[in-house]
């Protein structure tokens, strides 16, 4: 009986599937890819943040004139030179209110029409707008877009300039005809003076 002959296997068959090699190769490809693009997508969120938050200290700048022009007078009772306020605490938030209209029974309102000065939306979980307590009625802060205060210095010697120093944001500067300046200290939530200036956000 005759036997088939075995068949010699080529060298040159085509080899199947991948390298332990190659796919380390492609997935440091992909790290990469994916690095970059998150990368890319938090500039964008960033970049994002950045607008939202001058678009807001010019709102407010734009409420203190607005006040003035109203009343003849600051939101700020018994101011004597320039007066840097915050959002989320004591004479800042009795600040906000006046401009928001919501001063409640006070014996002498400054703002004694209700007039609402200050049109800005409501934010979530400390973030990004005005936040009240539970019940809705009493307002606990005024956030930027990374949970941080807004900072606003007010003309209180009413000369039409304010004086921005060195504790408030770096540099040091005299903004002519201002009734008020605003700012944030960005997503570090350092002035510039201790963190990094290209991050904060200012109106002039």
């Excluded at 796919?23 to 994002?48: E, H």
């Excluded at 802060?141 to 000369?159: C, E, H, M, S, T």
């Excluded at 770096?170 to 201002?178: A, D, E, T, W, Y």
């Amino acid at each position: 009986m005759k036997t088939q002959p075995h068949s010699i296997p080529s060298s040159n068959h085509q080899r199947k599937g991948f390298t332990l090699v190659e796919l380390l190769v492609v997935i440091s490809i992909i790290m990469v890819l994916a690095g970059a693009g998150f990368a890319a997508g938090n500039s964008a969120i960033q970049k994002a943040r950045k607008t939202v938050a001058l678009g807001t200290c010019t709102q407010i700048e734009s409420a203190v004139n607005q006040f003035y022009a109203e009343y003849g007078s600051m939101p700020v009772a018994n101011l004597t030179n320039d007066t840097k306020f915050n959002t989320k605490t004591g004479s800042g938030l009795t600040m906000l209110n006046v401009l928001l209209g919501k001063e409640g029974n006070t014996a002498t309102p400054l703002n004694a029409r209700s007039v609402r000065f200050l049109s800005v939306k409501e934010g979530k979980a400390n973030k990004n707008g005005l936040i009240y307590n539970t019940g809705g009625n009493v307002l606990s802060g005024f956030f930027d877009p990374w949970g941080g205060a807004y900072f606003v210095k007010i003309d209180g010697d009413y000369d039409e300039q304010i004086d921005i120093t060195e504790s408030d944001t770096p540099p040091s500067i005299k903004l002519n005809g201002r009734r008020a300046a605003a700012w944030s200290k960005g997503a570090d939530a350092i002035s510039g003076q201790g963190g990094s200036a290209r991050d904060d956000v200012k109106t002039w």
